[in-house]
């Protein structure tokens, strides 16, 4: 009993909540009880802009009827079904209706429950499959300097986060880093990939001479990285990473977690760039974020590596209780249909030029050194306060909230990623409240 917290209706205690400032959260709380398309309600009865599809996985707006019904007749008909050695009709027809959007190449899905997950099961897929080859030397992992691949241990170790790393230990062995891109001394406030930072996908070489690519097995970095603050690829990085990787044997990772499902006017990241990666892991958009529900693709080259032995034997030893659950199924279904029916998918394209004029137009703001942009997705940074790291942005999403508007902020930048539905008049409301807070002494 004395570990019992006496909670009374309301009390907030208990929930240790993830990623939040607890002690600030629960003394001035900010909860949202409500919410339809591109708004939320909050508990004190106001109406909030929302800025970031949730957290980067509302694509479709919020309380989409197809898909609050299709979950809703979903869970009066199969709850629930065993993922292992067993099957229902749902996570097949998603599977297949993944594959037809996806990047070519892309022939098979394995489901996860979270983009940390996607991540988790990316890596042990790519290093099984040079098992699976006979080349199992390769165990080494390559991630990259400010990366962000979720919270498991392997994602920790590939990420390139260091509050997100400094605390647990170790991490995984074998793990090696290509450095960030982000060289705001050239490329501030460029409007979509930056002219300078290429060749910066060379030192891919330098990391291959030190270790030899006969012990990497895979490279993983998000296209656009999202978490750390937005960080376009300069002009011909991915493709040289690409070159690289087919060259020496390597398997490319792109960590579509918020990239996938439409955020830059293509499906995927890869189309939008055209490079080709061999693994796509997927979260978030796939099912409006409603469900949690994330996926990996893979080339068949990958998936028919495992396809031997005896057929009785299971081919992949890994997997989650669930793993294409049905309720996240028809959830994905009726997204995807969503997606399809309002050309969301490519939206972004036709938005994309209208987003960023009204992104620049804050270039004059007080504190603004950088801007940058792609598809749907912004990011403005702030000038940090001597001493006082991420206190500025984080008191510019306190005084947004105020005004009406959801932005979400990471160290001293402002990220933006409204849901793909966001309208022109949307847009001009969201950089309106964005002025006024920004010129409000913060
Ligand atoms: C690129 C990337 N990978 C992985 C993740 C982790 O996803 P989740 O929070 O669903 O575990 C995120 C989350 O933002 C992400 O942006």
Redesign the pocket.
Same mark, same amino acid.
């Given at each position: 009993m004395s570990n019992r917290l006496n909670a009374t209706p309301n009390d907030m205690r208990a929930f240790w909540m993830p990623f939040t400032a607890n002690r600030q959260f629960k003394k001035e709380p900010r909860l949202f009880v409500s919410a339809k398309d591109m708004y939320y309600t909050t508990h004190d009865g106001r109406t909030v802009l929302d800025g970031t599809a949730g957290?980067?996985c509302v694509n479709a707006g919020h309380c989409r009827p197809k898909i609050t019904e299709a979950i809703r007749q979903q869970a009066g008909e199969l709850d629930y079904a065993p993922a292992f050695q067993l099957g229902h009709p749902k996570a097949f027809e998603l599977a297949n209706r993944i594959i037809d959007i996806a990047p070519e190449g892309m022939s098979h899905v394995l489901y996860t429950n =979270? /983009? =940390? +997950? =996607? @991540?988790e099961t990316a890596l042990k897929v790519a290093l099984a499959y040079h098992r699976v080859k006979g080349d199992g030397s390769r165990f080494r992992l390559i991630g990259r300097e400010r990366g962000?691949? /979720? @919270?498991n241990f392997g /994602?920790v170790s590939v990420g390139g986060i260091v509050g997100n790393r400094k605390m647990f230990g170790t991490l995984l062995t074998g793990v090696d880093h290509l450095p960030h891109t982000h060289l705001p001394a050239k490329n501030a406030f460029t409007r979509g990939q930056p002219e300078h930072g290429g060749d910066l996908a060379n030192e891919l070489e330098r990391i291959i001479a030190l270790h030899d690519a006969s012990t990497i097995a895979a490279v993983i970095i998000?296209p656009v %990285? &999202? =978490?750390t603050g937005v960080l376009i690829p300069p002009k011909g990085y991915l493709q040289r990473i690409r070159e690289l990787c087919t060259k020496h044997g390597i398997l490319l990772i792109f960590? +579509? @977690?918020?990239t996938g499902f439409g955020r830059l006017g293509t499906p995927f990241a890869a189309q939008y760039f055209d490079v080709k990666p061999d693994i796509i892991?997927t %979260?978030?958009g796939l099912t409006n974020g409603v469900i949690?529900m &994330?996926a990996v693709l893979v080339t068949s080259e990958i998936h028919d590596a495992f396809m031997h032995g005896p057929e009785h034997m299971i081919e992949f030893f890994h997997g989650y209780t669930y793993s294409g659950n049905p309720i996240a199924s028809a959830a994905g279904l009726a997204t995807l249909e969503t997606y399809k029916d309002e050309g969301l998918l490519t939206r972004g394209a036709e938005l994309a030029s209208y987003w960023e004029d009204a992104l620049h137009s804050l270039k004059d703001c007080p504190h603004v050194i950088d801007i940058r942009n792609i598809g749907l997705i912004g990011a403005i940074e702030l000038e940090p306060i001597a001493g006082e790291p991420t206190k500025r942005a984080f008191s510019a999403f306190l005084k947004a909230y105020e005004k009406g508007l959801l932005i979400r902020t990471t160290g001293d930048i402002i990220a933006l990623s409204p849901p793909l539905i966001i309208e022109k008049a949307q847009i001009d409301e969201l950089f309106t409240k964005l002025r006024e807070v920004l010129q409000n002494n913060i």
């Open positions: 957290l980067w =979270s /983009g =940390s +997950e =996607s @991540v962000y691949h /979720g @919270v /994602g998000e %990285a &999202g =978490s960590d +579509e @977690v918020i892991t %979260a978030k949690p &994330g």
